[in-house]
């Protein structure tokens, strides 16, 4: 808290500073509004960015004239909820953190700008699948990719030595292995299906093919019980149903144990994982091999996603211009990634940057496993495009409360995932959108 | 001679008015205010057209009493009252019941540590809701449970603690571990109120403790017993923090477990504050009704138990 203050009466000074410095340098006239000294506001949570920001006050932005001060807020739902009763207002700050699957709904709620003109010659440092979340498929541009978060396969080597299992490479092999291990261990589970998990769910339906929100016309489909996805959540109640693997939550004191001890041995999860595992399960340090995810069709290389998250600017912000820039230095600059990496922990959604630099060590827990980023790389590249629509929370909501009680229950999947369906189109035509049959 | 009379007469009119204004400011701004922007919320909605993207595609329009009419027909609405009530109904009388207890107990003559167990029974009541979820929260998983781990050593099965019928008795538990020792102090108050004579007088006609306790404290700490029933159906109704904090940890608490989640989940996760509003002023006009009805039917009775 301390240090937090000091940090954003530095950035003030800093913001002073660069106000006095950019009235005093300027010549005039040299190009059209420019970017004329600008105090940007950036609502973001991931830790460590008031570093980030630091170092562009300190250089490019001080030559620009262009100050960023970051302000800390929760992650996730909350702060969409903050950013558009703020844009309501007309004070929503000039540049936000926002996940992908939030996107449209910021758009929806008209608080997102179009930086296409200002950043769209950004495209080609990010994978097609992951710039297509930014533009929802239109020719703007809402945001900038910031972090991505590809799925992959997490096991423990040790166990799966000792129990005489293969890492699995399809869907196929990994119910082989969830069953041979019940048989081993009755008392050891190879994973869990999370219901609390809406994102992973999602990340693995788009590995099967998912596209849950598409536009035709001026129409959304939506497209949750789609046969991909019903692949998937079949895939998952069968094992839940015949007990292969465990139904509790993930992300709590219980769960988090059961990593620790072994009682789960694997864990299906995206790139972000060591920093999970190294809080969860301290004492299996060292223990863990990462590996692609299984494939619905051995020898392909396609994953989903499970989290990440972009910076936009918003329609209140005065320095759009300036906002852009910073967008753009912030998730494609050599300098500002290599500080993201370091100061957040993220993985940067720019392709040049998921390898070499900080990246070219393996994570501290992954220190068995050298190639631990080269891998990554090679998986992310495969990364199938998500598709969201204006109503993501509600269908996540539905996914938490439907699925919960299926897994509780260990019953057929099928209909949850047709309550989820049902409830997101039905919000959908509530509030007035065009839904497609 | 006329001047004061009529100087005095004026300042006396106004006065009450000038020392009122603060409070009717403040009740305006912080209170008639939201109340009302909540209202005007109630009865609008947002329509969107088409895609629902850019400018200009999103209206804020008027509903009516549509809101109020999904909130309810909502089923979930109206299970999670069910299932509050089913919660109350542990709730309410074991944490009352507890307190009068322990009132009465704290209330015998010659008790030592008196303000010691008096403390002691109070602390929790200190400690955060949330905190307290989450502490119990650890106490009830499976896996880190030393309560189950201990049932575990001796061989006897493990409840699931969150699951079906104990998930209610867990929810309960929480609450009257927190209350229980505000309840209790409330009680205890007024028991050390009553006239020592009523008790000496009840002695000579030789009165047991008991007796004493069942026929006089009791009876005279009615009014009390009525007042701490009020607060707790209140509480009951407004259950959010403990479910809540419960609920990543299970899958049998529903993000719309209780009104008030559900309310919550509307506003603050779907966007749509407008059901939210709506939603809020049933649960307020329910809880208003339940709470006053509740008062008005205890006086009536001690009204009549006074004029018998």
Known sequence: MKYRTVAVSTAAALAAGALLSGCGTDDGGDEPAASGPASLTYWAWAPGLDKVADIWNKGPGKEAGITVTVKKQASGDDLVTKIITAAKAGKAPDLVQAEYQALPTLVSNDVLADISEEAGDAKGEFADGIWQQATLGSDALYALPQDSGPLMFYYRQDLFKQYGLTVPTTWDEFAETARALKKKAPDKDLTTFSSNDSGLFAGLAQQAGAKWWTTGGDKWKVAIDDPATQKVADFWGGLVEEGAIDNQPMYTPAWNKALNTGKQVAWVSAVWAPGTLTTAAPETKGKWAMAPLPQWTAGENVTGSWGGSSTAVTNDSRNKKAAATFAKWLNTDPAALAALVKESGIYPAATAAQTGGALSKAPDYFSNQPGFYTQAAKIARGTAPAAWGPNVNVAYSAFKDNFASAAKTKSDFGPALTAMQDATVADLKKQGFGVSE | ?308
Request: proline fraction near 6%; glycine fraction near 8%; aromatic fraction near 12%.
């Open chain 2, 1 to 308: 001679m006329t001047r004061t009379p009529r100087r005095k007469a004026y300042g006396v009119k106004s006065a009450p008015y000038a020392f009122l204004v603060p409070a009717a400011v403040l009740f305006l701004l912080f209170f008639a205010l939201p109340i009302g922007y909540a209202l005007h919320l109630s009865f609008r909605r947002t329509e969107v057209k088409g895609l629902g993207l850019g400018k200009g595609a999103r209206d804020e329009i008027w509903a009516g009493l549509a809101n109020y009419t999904d909130a309810l027909s909502d089923s979930e609405l109206l299970t999670g009252a069910l299932r509050i009530l089913g919660y109350g109904a542990i709730v309410v009388p074991v944490m009352l019941g507890l307190a009068l207890l322990f009132a009465l107990l704290l209330d015998t003559d010659g008790l030592r540590l008196r303000g010691f167990t008096r403390l002691a029974i109070f602390l929790p009541y200190a400690i955060p809701g949330v905190i307290a979820a989450l502490m119990w929260g650890f106490l009830y998983l499976p896996d880190v449970s030393p309560f189950l781990y201990l049932l575990d050593a001796v061989g006897l099965p493990q409840p699931d603690l969150l699951d079906g019928g104990p998930l209610y008795l867990s929810l309960a538990n929480i609450a009257v571990w927190g209350g229980t020792g505000f309840n209790m102090i409330v009680i205890y108050t007024s028991l050390r109120a009553i006239p020592a004579e009523i008790f000496e007088a009840a002695r000579l006609d030789g009165c047991s403790q008991l007796q004493i306790a069942l026929r006089i404290k009791i009876p005279m700490v009615a009014p009390s017993l009525i007042l701490t029933f009020f607060f707790s159906i209140i509480a009951t109704l407004q259950v959010f923090s403990e479910p809540t904090t419960l609920k990543p940890l299970t899958n049998s608490l529903s993000t719309t477990w209780s009104p008030l989640m559900k309310v919550y989940q509307d506003a603050f996760v779907n966007n749509d504050i407008h059901a939210a509003a709506a939603q809020a002023v049933i649960i307020a006009v329910a809880t208003l009704a339940l709470s006053f009805g509740f008062l008005k039917a205890a006086n009536s009775r001690t009204k009549q138990g006074d004029s018998r």
